[in-house]
């Protein structure tokens, strides 16, 4: 998988432009955009300030906060004529293109600051939510003045897989991302209130970055891809596939929690993917939380699997909802065992027979 979302990005503002410049006569200003408490005029300068916002923040790296600087339109309050409606589009179109190119020439492994929930989004994170806010605002706009307005299903789902985890997959992308935001109803669910997005976790240790794994790289993993990582020698391993799948069925069944999910362990020296690890689930009333691990061969023996399982679990059990993590190993599954004793955990039981498995816990 080699979907950076720069021809997703390009693609949405196009159609978002074309359907809007049909309506260029009207008085945007004195058009409501649907149940925004915005007019139209206002809400095509939002979709051009957070597309420009995006790209600057992705472009310049920014860390902590986002880089100080801000998209005026003409006639906004800088005293020059006001920018008619084909003027709006016009930037509009603009800043979709420098978000576009900035998510095209942006290295994989490069994340910026975005507030919301982790704190950072790499490019497909930030295409996903530059995307989302063309879709759902050109919606807005287009129920205020009276247009049919309906975007490809592919844009969509690109959306909700990389930035709605949380979001259990409905009979249509486009209606689903709807009532993910709180704009539509769906059959047999509450209408939505409040809501955010959810850009994917990465957590660090010494050596490695261990960065979660959206829905869509675990569509391309299960199907047989490399989730958009670049592997060592033989990798991505049965096991991480099969960790992928497992994510996926709790997605469809709308439990998957991303910080729950499942890790691709990369070493930041050459941004190669070395294996995977992450949780079966979240943790149950007992505050119990299982994990699994695997590694690809030429990666084995470098102690990668002990740094970061000791990582991943310190960041379950500094949770108050975590008192204890475990995991399960097959009995001749030597290697593993000696991985869980160098991070901590204890033995708590040995199987019967041959076929059974021993059970290791890090209690908090």
């Not at 995307?131 to 009276?146: C, N, P, R, S």
């Not at 009979?171 to 059959?187: K, N, S």
């Not at 409040?194 to 050596?207: A, D, M, P, Y």
């Amino acid at each position: 998988m080699r979907i950076t979302g720069g021809e997703q990005v390009r693609q949405a503002v196009a159609d978002a432009v074309a359907v809007l410049g049909t309506a260029t006569g009207r008085d945007w200003g004195a058009v409501r955009a649907g149940s925004l408490e915005w007019s139209c005029r206002g809400t095509a300068a939002h979709i051009a300030s957070d597309l420009i916002a995006y790209a600057g923040n992705l472009a310049g790296r920014a860390q902590s906060a986002y880089v100080p600087f801000e998209i005026t339109v003409d006639g906004t309050d800088d005293g020059l004529d006001p920018a008619d409606n084909a003027g709006l589009l016009h930037v509009i179109e603009t800043t979709g293109a420098l978000l576009t190119a900035t998510v095209d020439t942006t290295p994989r492994h490069v994340r910026a600051f975005h507030p919301y929930p982790f704190r950072s989004a790499n490019r497909e994170g930030f295409a996903a939510m530059g995307i989302a806010e063309v879709l759902l605002h050109t919606h807005d706009m287009a129920q205020g003045l009276g247009l049919a307005y309906e975007p490809p299903a592919e844009l969509c789902r690109f959306v909700l897989t990389r930035i709605f985890p949380h979001v259990r997959p409905g009979p249509d992308h486009w209606h689903t991302l709807l009532w993910a935001t709180g704009r539509d109803e769906l059959p047999g669910r509450p209408r939505l209130t409040e809501w955010r997005w959810s850009n994917n976790l990465v957590i660090t240790s010494e050596r490695l970055t261990l960065e979660g794994v959206t829905p869509a790289a675990a569509f391309d993993l299960a199907a047989g891809g490399d989730g958009g990582f670049d592997w060592v020698e033989g990798g991505p391993i049965d096991g991480t596939r099969e960790g992928a799948g497992m994510l996926l069925k709790q997605y469809e069944a709308g439990t998957h929690r991303p910080e729950w999910g499942m890790y691709v362990l990369v070493r930041p020296d050459d941004d190669r993917a070395l294996g995977a690890m992450g949780f079966h689930g979240t943790p149950d009333p007992d505050g119990r939380v299982e994990i699994g691990y695997d590694l690809a061969e030429p990666a084995r023996g470098h102690g990668y699997a002990t740094e970061a399982l000791r990582t991943l679990a310190a960041w379950a059990l500094a949770r108050e909802d975590v008192y204890t993590v475990f995991a399960t190993v097959e009995r001749d599954n030597t290697a593993s065992r000696a991985v869980l004793k160098r991070a901590g955990f204890t033995q708590v039981s040995a199987p019967e027979d041959d076929g059974g498995l021993y059970a290791y816990e890090l209690r908090g």
